[in-house]
C-alpha cells in the first residue's frame, strides 16, 4: 500500500461564512489564505493557518445543510501539549466569554470541549497522558489487541 503523507486539510462546515471566519481568528487566530468563489462569484468556502498545524490547512465550506446535521459532532480534535496548556485554553476562552466543558480526564489524556457558532463540538486534547485507566467507563477508549487481520480479509475495517 503507498504511504500517506499527512493530512492536507479539515473542511468544517458553517452556515455564515464572516460569522465564522471572525470567530476562529478571535479563538486560534485562524488566517485566510486562499479563497474559492463559486460560479456567481460569490465566495462560498477559504482556507487558512492556524498556529501550532503545521502544514495542515483549516478550510471553512457555506453549507447550512451539512452544518446543522453536525451540530453536537466532534469531527477533529486539536492537539495541545499537557494539562498547563489545557488550562490555558480554558482562561483564554473564559477571557472571550466562549462557554466550555471543565478539564476533563478523557481516556488518555486531558480534554476541553467547546462549540463553534454552529454549534460543531471542538475538542482540544492533550498528547500527555494522566496515567489512569478509565476503560471500564462507558464512552472511554480501551486497548485493542492486534489481530493480525490483513486489511483485505473479510470484516476487515
Known amino acids: 500500500m503507498p504511504e500517506l503523507a499527512g493530512i492536507h486539510h ?3 462546515p458553517v452556515t455564515d461564512l464572516p460569522r ?3 470567530w476562529y481568528e478571535k479563538v486560534f487566530g485562524f488566517r485566510t489564505t486562499i479563497e474559492f468563489a463559486d460560479a456567481d462569484g460569490v465566495v462560498r468556502g477559504v482556507g487558512g493557518e492556524m498556529a501550532g498545524l503545521g502544514d495542515t490547512m483549516i478550510t471553512f ?4 445543510e451539512a452544518a446543522k446535521g453536525c451540530q453536537g459532532f466532534d469531527p477533529v480534535s486539536f492537539a495541545v501539549r499537557g ?3 489545557i488550562e490555558a485554553w480554558a482562561a483564554h476562552l473564559d ?4 462557554p466550555h466543558s471543565p478539564v476533563i480526564e478523557a481516556s488518555i489524556g486531558w480534554l476541553l470541549v467547546f462549540d463553534d457558532p454552529d ?3 471542538l475538542h482540544l486534547y492533550s498528547w500527555d497522558a494522566h496515567g489512569k485507566d478509565h476503560a471500564d467507563l462507558p ?3 480501551r486497548p485493542v489487541a492486534a489481530t493480525g487481520q490483513a486489511a483485505d480479509e473479510p470484516g476487515a475495517v
Open 95 to 98: 477571557g472571550l466569554d466562549i
Open 10 to 12: 479539515v473542511k468544517l
Open 139 to 141: 464512552g472511554y477508549g
Open 83 to 85: 494539562l498547563a496548556d
Open 61 to 64: 465550506r457555506e453549507n447550512a
Open 119 to 121: 454549534g460543531l463540538a
Open 20 to 22: 465564522s471566519l471572525r
